[in-house]
C-alpha cells in the first residue's frame, strides 16, 4: 500500500461537477481544524499536494487526488467553523449530502475525528447522518499523540464516549483507526486499510 504517485485532478463546485470516473475514491470529512490537511499531506508525503486545498477559494470545494494512477483521495469542505453562521456549519450537510448519496466510486467516507477533546455534537450528528444512510465509513481519529502531553486530557475516554454515542445509528460497528500526523501514528494502517477496502 505504497503511495507512489499523487495527482492534483481538480477542484468542483458541485457533486455533479466530479470527475466521471469509476475509480474508486476514498473521501475524507471533518471538523475545519480536525488535521486533514496534516493527515493528507502525511499520507502522501506531498506538502504541496494537499496545499492546493488551503489556498483561499478553495476550501469550498470537492478536490480530488489520484493516487498511483488507480485510486482517488477527495478532500471534502470542512464544517464546522467556529463562529459561521448556522447555515455554513451545517453545510456539510447540504452540500456534501449529495455528493455521499450519488458518487457510484465512493468505497468509503473517511470521517475524521479529533480524539483531543470530548465528542463534539456536529461530529456525531454528521456519523449518525452516515450510518443512518447505510454509507460505508472508517472513522479516523486524529491527533491520538496529545493524549500523553496533556494532563486530564483523556483520549481514550474521548474514542469510547464517540464511539458509545453513535452506536445505535450502525447496523454494524464502523472499523476504526487512531492516527497522529505528527508522530505518524496509523498511517501505514490506513493505507493498507483503504487497500483492503479496494480490493474487496
Ligand atoms: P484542517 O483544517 O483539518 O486541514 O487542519 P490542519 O491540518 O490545518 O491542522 C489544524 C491544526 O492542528 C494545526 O495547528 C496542526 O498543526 C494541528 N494538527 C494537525 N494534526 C495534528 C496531529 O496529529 N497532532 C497534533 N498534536 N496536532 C495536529
Request: charged share 25%; glycine share 6%.
Amino acid at each position: 500500500a505504497k503511495v507512489k504517485e499523487v495527482q492534483f485532478i481538480g477542484s468542483s463546485i458541485r457533486p455533479k461537477d466530479c470527475p466521471k470516473d469509476e475509480r474508486p475514491e476514498f473521501a475524507m470529512l471533518g471538523r475545519s481544524n480536525v488535521g486533514k490537511s496534516s493527515l493528507i499531506n502525511s499520507l502522501v508525503r506531498k506538502k504541496e499536494v494537499a496545499l492546493t486545498s488551503k489556498k483561499p477559494g478553495k476550501t469550498q470545494l470537492i478536490n480530488h487526488f489520484l493516487v498511483n494512477r488507480s485510486w482517488y483521495l477527495v478532500d471534502l469542505p470542512g464544517y464546522g467553523f467556529a463562529n459561521a453562521p448556522e447555515s455554513a456549519r451545517m453545510d456539510w450537510s447540504s452540500f456534501t449530502k449529495g455528493y455521499f448519496l450519488n458518487r457510484e466510486s465512493l468505497v468509503s467516507i473517511l470521517l475524521l475525528v479529533d480524539a483531543s477533546v470530548p465528542p463534539q455534537k456536529i461530529d456525531l450528528d454528521c456519523a449518525n447522518w452516515i450510518g443512518r444512510n447505510n454509507l460505508p465509513m472508517t472513522i479516523v481519529f486524529t491527533k491520538c499523540d496529545k493524549m500523553k502531553n496533556k494532563k486530564g486530557n483523556r483520549p481514550d475516554e474521548n474514542i469510547k464516549s464517540f464511539q458509545e454515542l453513535i452506536k445505535e445509528s450502525y447496523k454494524i460497528y464502523p472499523p476504526w483507526i487512531m492516527t497522529s500526523s505528527v508522530t505518524g501514528l496509523g498511517r501505514d494502517e490506513l493505507l493498507l486499510h483503504m487497500s483492503q477496502l479496494r480490493n474487496y
